[in-house]
């Protein structure tokens, strides 16, 4: 049964810093595909970050710059480092292996940037 357990998520204040981890188990381990998206209220699921082919990386223009993912394969663990966060990134954050039409999906972990 494959499961992806997210943590890290939180409060924290504008301009600083969150890093999200997804815990990948019962499934080879895949780079290619492992992506975080996020949901805020009211509006649609959308793509943070993603590896994608021969390990390169796509970013939502919004986090470019500010966001970065990465991966400890030893772990089976994706990370998302979030910098100099904003109120506009206040969202549910899931992480998800496989693509987001047919992978599989965290529970989702809450980051609120709020002062």
């Known amino acids: 049964q494959v499961q992806l357990v997210e943590s890290g998520g939180g409060l924290v204040q504008p301009g600083g810093s969150l890093r999200l981890s997804c815990a990948v188990s019962?499934?080879?381990?895949?780079?290619?595909?492992m992506g975080w998206y996020r949901q805020a209220p009211g509006k649609q699921r959308e793509l943070v970050a993603v590896?994608?082919?021969?390990?390169?990386?796509k970013f939502a223009d919004s986090v470019q710059d500010r966001f970065t993912i990465s991966t400890d394969n030893a772990k089976n663990t994706v990370y998302l480092q979030m910098n100099s966060l904003k109120p506009e990134d206040t969202a549910v954050y899931y992480c998800?292996?496989?693509?987001?039409?047919?992978?599989?999906w965290g529970q989702g972990t809450q980051v609120t940037v709020s002062s």
């Open positions: 998800n292996a496989g693509g987001p039409q047919y992978g599989y």
């Open positions: 590896f994608t082919s021969g390990g390169s990386t």
């Open positions: 019962g499934t080879m381990f895949r780079i290619n595909g």
